[in-house]
């Protein structure tokens, strides 16, 4: 039985995305109708049958572009932004996407009446940064909140799940290559949350359950290391590869060529991120500003991962029930 829709609208800018998508559905399972904001409606079509039919609607729109921004939000209840980018392509860079692109939203959702976002940053988010992501995080956290003080900020550590490009990316190497990078040595820290939980963090602040103007981190139940990700990683696909320690400048130079080739496969920008730990601070675990003080239990690396990379087996799905 369907939810009965509750006559509230939702709109979602990056609603096709990774994290974009189960926001979306979490949305839609709580009865909003929801109007995934995107900048090509036409590749948006698999989030229909997230919902009801006509319970969730794609439409164009584009960051660098206020009208648009201004059209997704006409009569709208709520807005979220979970867009963001991990390398720059054209004219989608750090700024336009990350820096520039939240105040915007949040100058759009004032004009029509609203108070507060959602807000989707980072973990990490710093203005006195060497990476520009984490610097351009911190820029979209400013205008948002100078613009709506009462939006709500959640910062994800790295986010994991079907689609996500960390896991799935390295267990595709893995198929190859006899041996993996482990930049900076491997030793940088991460709390891997699961895209579900933070969907359904996104759920909660749109229901107004969180604090207003509050930044909550949100972490797993686990900090893993660099190293500790890949080697799970090669447990569950059932492959044996070295892991081969490659030290910060020589990763660095590396990203500079390889953020040329079509798909960014590692930039320099991502190796200034990896020389920061990536994990829930101890002020927000204080003031209960994590996912377990909102009420929500995280689930753990090991009861999902077998989900979704079992396919990079040596025999794909069909080594699922076969002895190790």
Not at 20 to 30: D, F, K, T
Not at 45 to 57: C, E, F, N, S, Y
Not at 194 to 208: E, I, R, S
Not at 214 to 238: A, N, Q, V, W
Request: aromatic share 6%; proline share 6%.
């Amino acid at each position: 039985m369907s939810t009965p829709l509750n006559g509230k609208l939702v709109t979602v800018f990056g609603g096709s995305g990774f994290l974009g998508r189960h926001i979306v559905q979490a949305l839609a399972r709580r009865g909003y109708c929801v109007r995934a904001a995107v900048r090509r409606p036409d590749l948006a079509t698999h989030l229909q049958p997230l919902g009801a039919p006509g319970q969730i609607m794609p439409v164009q729109a584009n960051l660098r572009y206020r009208w648009s921004v201004d059209r997704a939000i006409i009569g709208a209840d709520a807005v979220v932004n979970a867009v963001g980018i991990l390398a720059p392509t054209g004219s989608q860079t750090f700024d336009a996407v990350q820096g520039f692109g939240p105040r915007a939203i949040a100058e759009a959702a004032r004009g029509a009446g609203l108070s507060a976002i959602t807000h989707v940053s980072a973990i990490g988010a710093n203005s006195d940064s060497s990476s520009a992501y984490a610097r351009t995080k911190a820029a979209g956290e400013a205008g948002v909140l100078e613009t709506l003080a009462d939006s709500v900020i959640l910062r994800p550590s790295i986010v994991f799940g079907p689609e996500d490009d960390f896991f799935n990316q390295f267990a595709e190497m893995a198929r190859f290559s006899p041996a993996l990078p482990l930049i900076g040595g491997g030793v940088t820290k991460f709390q891997p949350v699961y895209v579900c939980d933070v969907a359904q963090a996104v759920a909660q602040a749109v229901d107004g359950q969180l604090q207003s103007g509050g930044i909550y981190e949100l972490g797993g139940p686990e900090i893993k290391s660099f190293r500790d990700c890949l080697e799970e990683m090669l447990e569950i696909t059932r492959r044996s590869r070295a892991l081969l320690p490659i030290p910060f400048p020589v990763a660095s130079a590396m990203g500079k060529v390889m953020q040329l080739l079509p798909g960014a496969p590692l930039t320099a920008d991502q190796v200034e991120l990896l020389k920061t730990d990536n994990v829930v601070s101890d002020t927000a675990k204080s003031e209960g500003r994590t996912l377990e003080g909102i009420g929500i239990d995280p689930a753990n690396l090991a009861s999902i991962l077998p989900t979704y990379l079992e396919r990079f087996r040596e025999h794909g799905q069909y080594d699922a029930h076969r002895a190790v």
